[in-house]
């Protein structure tokens, strides 16, 4: 039973505190209202703004850049109760910090009441910021009013449940406990009696608590730009240099770096102008751009199976240089930028630096082919052509060989140059020599020709033809054929030789004074024949 009435009073305790500790708000809600907010005045380099505000709370937002800067607000209250207030305490709920804040606070300008009275509120940028994590705040601000008394005195009792009425904490817990036997013991349920005293007692607490003091709440963006950050990148390494608000800072030494040319110092995508002052945090980077390096070549003569680059920087990814081909030769490799010795495989780094120049050396094949065409001139026009397919090496010069035949001229040799592609040629033509065709009796020859000079080959056709009372025997180069066909090959004097078959008998009279007449008589070669009788006659004197 003990335990349970002792937690009785103990809720009843909690009870009383509570309506007491509530009554700020509750009453300033009732009683005052914040009109307006502005700001008066303030130094140059500071950026101020309201951002809202309502009948018990504002919130703003300041940037401050030097030292003693400062912003003066102007608090429009409305007080609707019957006692003057003054603005008696503002509290920063980061303690003391980098701002503080001042009461402009005068003689009458005391929020008088049933009046809208507008009071000044000064916040001063005091003591210089060294961490600059801290450079952005997040504050809230309590400005608390307080009454005066009769006389003008400003009321403030840590026991005073309210300044105006004077009630001491004491007193009403005095009260409290002569009061409360009194009616617990009258009343059927102690329980209800009970809240009845604390119900009676708080009444007049409540009602004189809407004269409270008044408490406005106000949120903080405090911003300190006194100093920057002025980050300097090069080469992507970062340093940091803190620099005053508002100066000019000189222009960092330009940076050299094998295989770039500087470009300048950049802000984001603008180049920096360094009269500029700073005036934020501000971030410069010194721009390279790679060196592009022109590569050249000399191919001797060969041609590429596809293209090698003809320039290159320091952060060109690594390639091998394609290597040239020339027709009947074979590529020895390169020299220039890699050196004297031949290389068939070049490797242009990533990383490498400087012009280059590589020449391509090439070495001749041994066995590239020409061709050697001979032209033999025909008997019925045109030639006869044989081609003749030989090896040298390429590029040298050689003598075409001649590939003679009977009956034919010899042309002059003739000097080819053996070319890569293996299609170097050299034409001899070769004319028939000529030859005198005689035929001397030819009276009794027929020829397909006549009597003259005619090409190395020519057909000759001769026939012997009959001669009476002969015989042909043969020709005069032992040949028996008769037509005779041979070619012309020689100088040739031919004809055609008879035999004689029949030889003529003639009767000759022997006597002038003989008469008469007797036909010759042929009596052939070889074959007996009776002559004639003789037919001449002769008379005797």
């Avoid at 937002?61 to 019957?82: A, P, Q, R």
Wanted: negative net charge; aromatic residues 10%.
């Amino acid at each position: 039973m003990e335990f349970k009435r002792f937690y009785y009073y103990f809720l009843i305790l909690c009870s009383v505190i509570f309506i007491f500790s509530a009554k700020d708000v509750y009453a300033s809600n009732r009683i005052f209202s914040l009109e307006k907010i502005t700001i008066s005045e303030k130094s140059k380099n500071i950026d101020a703004t309201i951002l809202s505000f309502n009948e018990n709370s504002f919130k703003t937002k300041e940037t401050f850049h030097k030292l003693n800067d400062y912003v003066i607000y102007n608090l429009t209250i409305k007080n609707s109760s019957k006692t003057d207030y003054y603005l008696s305490l503002i509290n920063d709920n980061l303690g003391p910090g980098n701002i503080e804040y001042e009461y402009i606070y005068t003689k009458g300008q005391e929020i008088k009441a049933k009046k809208t009275t507008t009071v000044q509120v000064k916040e001063i940028y005091k003591k210089e910021l060294t961490d600059l994590s801290k450079r952005v705040q997040n504050q809230d601000i309590k400005i608390q009013l307080l009454a005066e008394d009769e006389a003008g005195n400003k009321v403030q009792n840590d026991l005073t449940v309210n300044p105006n009425t004077g009630i001491n904490i004491i007193i009403v817990l005095i009260l409290l406990g002569i009061i409360s036997p009194l009616i617990t013991k009258f009343a059927k349920n102690k329980k209800i009696g009970l809240v009845i005293v604390i119900t009676i007692l708080s009444m007049p607490l409540i009602a004189k608590a809407l004269e409270a003091s008044y408490i406005i709440n106000v949120s903080k963006i405090t911003n300190i730009y006194d100093k920057m950050i002025l980050t300097v990148i090069v080469d992507g390494e970062e340093k940091e240099k803190i620099v005053p608000y508002d100066t000019v800072q000189s222009k960092p030494e330009d940076p050299q770096k094998e295989g770039y040319d500087f470009v300048g110092w950049f802000e984001g995508d603008e180049e920096y102008d360094f009269n500029n002052k700073v005036i934020k945090d501000t971030t410069i980077e010194a721009r390279m751009t790679p060196i592009v390096y022109p590569i050249t070549y000399d191919l001797n003569g060969g041609v590429l199976n596809g293209t090698n680059p003809n320039s290159y920087t320091i952060e060109t990814k690594s390639f091998d240089l394609i290597n040239p081909e020339k027709e009947g030769y074979t590529f020895s490799g390169w020299t220039g930028s890699n050196g004297d010795t031949l290389q068939t495989r070049v490797t242009i780094e990533k990383g490498s630096i400087g012009e280059k120049h590589y020449v391509a050396n090439f070495s001749a094949n041994q066995d590239t082919r020409y061709r050697v065409i001979h032209k033999y001139e025909k008997l019925d026009g045109g030639y006869e052509e044989e081609t003749e397919e030989l090896r040298g090496a390429t590029d040298t010069t050689v003598t075409a060989p001649l590939r003679p035949r009977t009956g034919f001229k010899n042309p002059t040799q003739k000097q080819i140059t053996i070319t890569g592609n293996g299609n170097a040629s050299v034409e001899y033509i070769y004319e028939r020599e000529r030859y005198r065709l005689t035929v001397n009796n030819r009276e009794q020859v027929e020829s397909n020709k006549e009597n003259g000079e005619y090409p190395y080959g020519t057909q000759i056709t001769l026939k012997a033809n009959e001669k009476p009372h002969y015989e042909f025997k043969k020709w005069s180069n032992d040949k028996t054929t008769n037509p005779l066909n041979f070619e012309l090959k020689e100088d040739t004097e031919i004809e055609a030789i008879y035999e004689r078959t029949e030889y003529s008998v003639t009767f000759d009279k022997n006597n002038d004074n003989a008469t008469g007449t007797m036909t010759d008589q042929w009596i052939t070669k070889n074959i007996s024949g009776t002559l004639s009788k003789n037919q001449y006659s002769l008379e005797r004197i």
